[in-house]
């Protein structure tokens, strides 16, 4: 695949990936409202940051982290448990609490400033990675939009490693043809809380081809996207009228002695079926020899 070939697929990828963003996008999250109503449902845990406000007593109103074991402390109540509940169920619990023994219709406002214990992170070819906080239900294309979308280098595979309740790292791979060009919904998974989303960075090579083709020259090619002797003949703009299709060479150095090898090949056999198409690797250098006739 040469540059130009590899970046207009780059783009496509990137089109698509933002079409499918907007289609795929849950229909809450699409407004304010509907992100308010997730920010409701989420379920606070160990490190958010929380903004407290008591209308009735100012004093009181602080912004808290939440410890590790699930609690904060606050001024006359203590330590109070906020492990896995909902903003609007913390928000009763305090007024319950003041309540009882300290103000009457105590009303009590907490916002979420950070959340902290329901993340994903994405490393590898995309724009920005980093730890991206998970508001409600967030698939695998919202997080990898946030992080501003793939590379150019980016593999034809994403890997989501997710921990399981033993303890134990599951991977699952995502085809990203099959999710970007196919549409195939069910790869565009919902994440869960600490999931890692990983994008490897696909190897560029080379191969050659030189001869009777009408642009020969060097391919770039994507490791995960192989190039075969009749797909490098058709991206080098095809045989001229004069080459012979029956004695072309593909050479071929061992790396790691350095030794080198021909394979003629008679691309009529390849293209009737009768003959394997060969798969090119780096440094391949291919050469239609000119006709004899």
Not at 277 to 283: A, F
């Amino acid at each position: 695949m040469n540059k130009k070939t590899s970046s207009n697929l780059f783009h496509v990828y990137a089109l698509v990936l933002a079409c499918a963003f907007l289609t795929w996008l849950p229909a809450p999250l699409q407004t304010q409202e509907g992100r308010e109503i997730f920010v409701k449902e989420y379920k606070i845990g160990a490190k958010d940051l929380l903004e407290i406000k008591v209308f009735e007593s100012p004093e009181l109103s602080q912004t808290v982290r939440v410890s590790e074991d699930g609690s904060i402390s606050l001024p006359l109540l203590g330590r109070i448990e906020v492990q896995g509940l909902t903003k609007d169920a913390v928000e009763a619990k305090l007024a319950g609490l003041l309540e009882a023994k300290y103000l009457k219709n105590a009303q009590v406002s907490v916002f979420i400033k950070e959340y902290q214990s329901q993340q994903v992170a994405v490393i590898g070819a995309v724009e920005v990675p980093g730890t991206y906080e998970l508001v409600g239900r967030m698939s695998l294309l919202q997080v990898i939009s946030q992080a501003g979308g793939l590379k150019e280098n980016a593999s034809n595979e994403i890997l989501v490693l997710r921990e399981g309740r033993s303890g134990n790292t599951a991977t699952i791979t995502i085809d990203l043809k099959d999710l970007l060009l196919n549409g195939n919904q069910r790869l565009n998974i919902p994440l869960m809380p600490n999931d890692v989303v990983n994008v490897p960075v696909d190897q560029i090579i080379k191969v050659y081809v030189f001869g009777e083709v009408r642009n020969p020259g060097a391919l770039l090619v994507k490791t995960s996207e192989k190039i075969t002797l009749l797909q490098a003949i058709a991206q080098a703009g095809g045989t001229t009228e004069d080459a012979s299709k029956s004695r072309i060479v593909v050479k071929r150095k061992d790396p790691s002695t350095g030794k080198e090898t021909e394979t003629r090949v008679n691309i009529k056999d390849v293209i009737k079926g009768k003959k394997p198409d060969i798969v090119l690797r780096e440094g391949d250098v291919v050469y239609v020899p000119e006709s004899i006739f």
